[in-house]
Nanobody, 126 residues
Framework: QMYLVESGGGLVQSGGSLRLSCVASGFTSDYYAIGWFRQAPGKEREGVSCFRSFDGTTYYADSVKGRFTISRDNNKNTVYQQMSSLKPEDTAVYYC???????????????????WGQGTQVTVSS
């Protein structure tokens, strides 16, 4: 069983920055992907970014490219999402999730992910 805990959400003005953290535990291998997803009120959950542990590649939704950066710390138990130039449309609950069989997965497809955190709220005011 894997456990994921997000933190770092909050209220920020448009153009501001936040860094989300996802602390993971219960991993039994170094072969996984961690993704960030978000769900705005009345909208479906969507993929935002992904980090694949086995080759270090990253993926981003077009809506956040150039503004968001996903990274992993050296201890390999925390994944961050640095968010800059935030816009009101970035307002959502942000979730991290883990795909334990990521080799052939679509990295931003939430159906590929097996374990989820509880989410953290990000609100961007205009």
């Amino acid at each position: 069983q894997m456990y994921l805990v997000e933190s770092g959400g909050g209220l920020v003005q448009s153009g501001g920055s936040l860094r989300l953290s996802c602390v993971a535990s219960g991993f039994t291998s170094d072969y996984y992907a961690i993704g960030w997803f978000r769900q705005a009120p009345g909208k479906e959950r969507e993929g935002v970014s992904c980090f694949r542990s086995f080759d270090g590649t990253t993926y981003y939704a077009d809506s956040v490219k150039g503004r968001f950066t996903i990274s992993r710390d050296n201890n390999k138990n925390t994944v961050y999402q640095q968010m800059s130039s935030l816009k009101p449309e970035d307002t959502a609950v942000y979730y991290c999730a883990t795909d334990v069989n990521p080799l052939y997965s679509d990295p931003l497809d939430l159906e590929e992910y097996d374990y989820w955190g509880q989410g953290t709220q990000v609100t961007v005011s205009s």
